[in-house]
């Protein structure tokens, strides 16, 4: 992560902020910033700007029981059940005011999660006043920084990552390998320290185009891995068609979507064909192709984003039951748990025609095309799509520029 330089796998949903900004925007309505963040609250709840929050990033769910029901609605968050438990998510809205003397020519705002008062959760409240007390109530002293930016909030509040269920069947297949690589990435929003730190002005990154589908990754485990003891063999219950095609001399393949390793039909009344993750790894190759590099190379998976009619309500709008595409956007090596550098991995694709790899936008830091958080968000708006994404060729670290017009067009 950009914005905690010494922790770069852990993505926090809940963190404490600084309200920067509050202005009225009508409907008894504010509008909050927090760092490169807006929150639209209601005026009733009697935000401060300087006040000291809690921020919930977009898409925290909190399960029924631990925050009084009427406060979470206060907050606007929005009902939901997640992995068969009731609760609220933190929403990324679209929120129209009625017209007013408030208004210049917009009458709507893009609200980024949800904030709450320290007093709402008086234990959060009592270990911030008491760390800041132990800081002599010096806000810049490291103490008080240090605990800013490592106090895991979303433990006590049972914090998790919403996100749409895949759906289940008579069929379970396994959770994806613990060797995969995850794909999430932080928003830009909580990468502060872009235009602040002077290595970012040399540093170069990659610049994407974010698809919006399904993340799906394609792996070969070569036999004297060392999680061979552990997922080397394919079980007895897998789909015969899945055995045929990933089975190996050298060691075996696997086709995984973002949180399950596809081993059967979840869909006891369909074959493994009809999966689209399985269908599309099998057309374009990949279980081969990789086998191919094992005596080359160690253990290797390649990640990217599966698109089509069949994935994520088809925003791309493909033809119905045509082909779906797989963009690659990352290779790593298993054994080491290290991706490729972004230039390998693009020209690895090239050498394959008929594989695709995530649109490249260009190679440049990030600096030379923005001065701001604001300036990048703006950068996205105006590219069609999802979003873009920016790849460091220094230290590997990623970053997303969500499109807020592409939320809007898809609702």
């Not at 929403?91 to 007013?100: N, T, Y």
């Not at 289940?168 to 932080?186: A, H, Q, Y």
């Not at 936008?361 to 873009?388: M, N, Q």
């Amino acid at each position: 992560m950009l914005a905690a330089d010494d922790d770069r796998h852990y993505r926090r949903l809940v963190t404490l902020r600084t309200i920067s900004s509050l202005r009225r925007i009508g409907g008894n309505r504010q509008l909050a910033t927090i760092d490169a963040w807006t929150v639209v609250v209601r005026t009733a709840r009697e935000f401060k700007s300087g006040e000291r929050v809690i921020f919930l990033e977009p898409d925290a769910f909190i399960p029924t029981g631990i925050l009084d029901d009427q406060l979470c609605k206060d907050a606007d968050m929005v009902p939901a059940t997640f992995k068969g438990r009731r609760g609220y998510r933190a929403a990324h809205d679209k929120v129209e005011i009625l017209p007013s003397r408030f208004l210049s020519e917009d009458n709507f705002f893009f609200s980024q999660g949800a904030i709450l008062h320290l007093s709402d959760c008086p234990q959060i409240l009592y270990k911030e006043r008491s760390t800041r007390q132990k800081a002599k109530w010096d806000e810049q002293l490291p103490e008080y920084i240090n605990f800013l930016q490592t106090y895991d909030i979303g433990r006590h509040l049972h914090v998790s990552k919403y996100t749409l269920e895949e759906p289940s069947g008579t069929r379970r297949n396994p959770k994806v390998p613990s060797f995969i690589l995850k794909t999430e990435m932080e928003r830009v929003q909580n990468c502060p320290n872009l235009f602040i730190k002077d290595k970012y002005k040399t540093m170069t990154f990659q610049e994407t185009k974010k698809m919006d589908g399904a993340a799906m990754t394609v792996y070969f485990l070569r036999g004297d891995s060392r999680y061979w003891s552990t997922h080397g063999t394919i079980p007895l219950w897998a789909d015969p068609e899945l055995i045929r095609n990933c089975h190996f001399e050298m060691g075996r393949a696997g086709v995984c979507t973002r949180n399950l390793e596809i081993l059967r039909s979840p869909d006891a009344n369909k074959y493994l064909r009809s999966d689209p993750y399985f269908a599309t790894a099998i057309r374009l190759g990949l279980p081969k192709i990789l086998a191919q590099l094992a005596p080359c190379i160690d253990s290797i998976a390649i990640q990217g984003e599966l698109v089509g009619s069949k994935i994520n309500g088809n925003p791309h709008c493909y033809a119905k039951n045509s082909h779906h595409d797989f963009y690659i956007y990352s290779i790593f090596d298993i054994e080491s748990g290290k991706r490729w550098d972004p230039r390998r991995t693009e020209d690895w694709v090239k050498t394959k025609p008929h594989l695709k790899h995530v649109p490249v936008l260009g190679y440049h830091t990030v600096r030379s095309i923005a001065k701001s958080h604001e300036e990048l968000l703006t950068r996205a708006y105006l590219t069609h799509g999802e979003g873009l994404v920016f790849k460091c060729l220094v230290d590997g670290r990623w970053f997303k520029v969500l499109s807020e017009r592409w939320f809007v067009e898809r609702g």
